[in-house]
């Protein structure tokens, strides 16, 4: 996400501004200069005088008719001193008050569920899919994408398809392990491509690292569905190779689809996430939805949220839908107002919240291996094979981090929305200490 930063009035607002320039990039987001160019704007406010009130609010309002597509975040001593005020502004997304401050880069991830629609198709690093730390490490396997989805922009930016010889992936897993990764995720723009340039295949690339390395856990980002082959199923009897897979369908539509130019429709996506339940008993879809794609109407939008709840995603990324130039969708007709993207998007998180707790429910009372990645007040914290997260308690005075340890699951924490067990013992990782 392109971020960019105003702030009004006093030294502290400027150094609050630069801490949160590190945060947003220590997250993997950019900032740009440009506040016309960028997904989120984030305004500093100032109410030391009337004339700080006044510019606090032109300002505002300056940057909502700059930049309407983008998420306008408010903080500073005018928002906290009228935050109702501030709220009611045009554009305006969220208010986080002075007490917060310190928290606003967590707080904005977490509220503001309507993130803006990522550069591609799928989403190239993963960042949107997993979280980075020295026990996982991102494999980039290709480069480029031969399709045109209408929305899509990668194609433009990236250039061709473009595969690393599968040798050279082994090498740098089997260097990453011996460093202390446990974990490797295959990325790249259009992964299920892999090797069609090399005359391989992504199914042939998993088998040889499964085969050559000894990494406890590899896992697969984002794939395009109709990209799934055949012979991947076979592989997933591998313990190491991990039950999830996230398959963009971006709408529930066949209209919509087809304005998108996506290669798979319903009936195919349903067919195929009934095939991968049926192979692979334990594994977790999870998908991307574009909210307010041109001409989407409220027949279309009941379509996805029917579609949505039928197939019980493990959970959703919900993306406002962003017009960007040179694409074909940008000059499609029927643009969505911003505030029934909001609407539906809220709709739409509500609904996915709901799913996610119904698969966790599933799983209480089950013991599964958790890669831990750290910790909190709370206990360890890390993820099943099938991409849940765990919070770990009962391990005092043991240092739980970057191993693998068996959790037996208890209970749903219900304000995170994650699954909490106990420590039964430590399966993989330097000895315990």
């Excluded at 006093?10 to 960028?38: K, P, V």
Aim: glycine residues 8%; contains cysteine.
């Amino acid at each position: 996400m392109r971020i960019h930063l105003k702030t009004l009035g006093c030294r502290l607002n400027e150094a609050e501004m630069e801490s949160w320039s590190r945060d947003f990039q220590a997250r993997g987001h950019s900032m740009t200069g440009a506040a016309e160019e960028a997904d989120l704007l984030v305004v500093n406010s100032c109410a030391v005088t009337e004339e700080a009130v006044r510019k606090s609010r032109k300002l505002l309002h300056r940057s909502s008719r700059l930049n309407p597509n983008a998420r306008l975040v408010v903080s500073g001593c005018y928002a906290s001193l009228n935050p109702d005020a501030a709220a009611e502004i045009e554009g305006v997304d969220l208010v986080v008050g002075n007490r917060e401050k310190e928290r606003l880069v967590e707080i904005v991830e977490q509220e503001l569920d309507l993130r803006v629609m990522p550069q591609s198709a799928t989403e190239p690093d993963a960042s949107g899919l997993f979280s980075r730390g020295r026990q996982r490490a991102f494999i980039k396997v290709q480069d480029g994408c031969r399709y045109r989805c209408s929305f899509c922009i990668v194609t433009l930016a990236r250039g061709d398809e473009r595969s690393r010889p599968v040798g050279e992936i082994v090498a740098e897993i089997n260097r990453l392990h011996h460093q202390g990764v446990q974990e490797a995720v295959l990325t790249g723009v259009h992964i299920g491509g892999y090797g069609d340039d090399r005359g391989s295949s992504i199914a042939e690339l998993i088998r040889r690292i499964l085969q050559e390395t000894a990494i406890p856990r590899l896992r697969i980002g984002s794939i395009e569905p109709w990209d799934l082959p055949d012979a991947l199923w076979p592989l997933f009897e591998n313990s190491r190779f991990m039950p999830h897979l996230h398959l963009p369908l971006q709408s529930g539509s066949d209209s919509v689809l087809r304005r998108m130019a996506r290669r798979c429709r319903s009936d195919e996506y349903r067919r195929l996430v009934a095939l991968a339940r049926e192979r692979v008993p334990e594994i977790n879809i999870t998908s991307d939805i574009i909210v307010g794609f041109p001409g989407e109407t409220e027949e279309e939008w009941q379509q996805t949220l029917d579609f949505v709840s039928e197939i019980e995603f493990g959970d959703l990324h919900i993306f406002a839908y962003s017009p960007r130039q040179g694409t074909k969708a940008a000059s499609l007709p029927g643009a969505v107002s911003r505030e029934l993207k909001r609407q539906r998007s809220q709709r739409l998180h509500r609904l996915n919240q709901a799913l996610k707790r119904k698969l966790l429910k599933r799983f209480v009372g089950r013991t599964l291996p958790v890669l831990i990645e750290g910790s909190d007040e709370k206990g360890w914290g890390g993820y099943s094979p099938n991409y849940l997260r765990v919070n770990v308690t009962g391990a005092e005075g043991v240092d739980l981090k970057n191993r693998i340890v068996t959790v037996e699951l208890s209970a749903i924490d219900e304000d995170e929305l994650l699954l909490r067990g106990r420590f039964m013992g430590a399966t993989a990782g330097p000895p315990l200490k």
